[in-house]
C-alpha cells in the first residue's frame, strides 16, 4: 500500500481552490492509495475561524477528512520533533509533521519546503 503524509498546506490549497482538479490533493489523490496527515494539520485546520462561522465550509472541511487517515502523535514522534526541532531549528509545528512522515516511513507532500528541507532523513515530494 503506497502512501503520503500531507502537510496542511495541500490540504488549504485544496479547500481554497474553486478547481479542485487542478490541485496538488486532486493529483496526489489518484497516484497515491493511503493519504495521511498529521494530528497537528488536523487541528491547524479547525484553528481558523472560517470552519466555526461557515457552516457549509465545516461541512466540506469535514468531508475532506474523512477520506484521510489521521495518524496521532504519540511520545515517539514527540521525542523525535523535540530531536527535529532543535537540530534543524524548525518550527515546532513542522517539526512535529517532519518526525510523523520519519515515524510512520512515509514521502512528505508540503507546498512549503523550505524549513523541511533542512530534515535530513526526510522524503519530500
Known amino acids: 500500500m503506497r502512501g ?3 502537510d496542511t498546506s495541500i490540504l488549504i490549497e485544496f ?3 474553486e478547481d479542485k482538479l487542478l490541485t496538488k ?14 494530528i497537528i494539520s488536523h487541528t491547524e485546520l479547525y484553528a481558523g475561524e472560517s470552519p466555526w462561522k461557515n457552516r457549509e ?15 496521532a502523535l ?3 514522534i514527540s ?6 526541532r532543535a537540530l534543524n ?9 517532519a518526525a510523523t ?14 524549513d523541511f528541507k533542512r530534515v535530513k532523513k526526510l522524503k519530500l515530494l
Open 4 to 6: 503520503v503524509l500531507l
Open 25 to 38: 490533493l486532486y493529483r496526489l489523490s489518484k497516484d497515491y492509495q493511503t493519504l495521511s496527515i498529521s
Open 79 to 84: 521525542k523525535e520533533a523535540g530531536r527535529l
Open 74 to 76: 504519540t511520545l515517539e
Open 57 to 71: 465550509m465545516r461541512r466540506n472541511l469535514e468531508s475532506l477528512l474523512s477520506n484521510l487517515t489521521i495518524i
Open 89 to 97: 531549528n524548525l518550527p515546532t509545528i513542522d517539526a512535529i509533521i
Open 101 to 114: 512522515a520519519l515515524s510512520e516511513n512515509l514521502p512528505l507532500v508540503t507546498l512549503n519546503s523550505k
Open 15 to 17: 479547500l481554497r481552490r
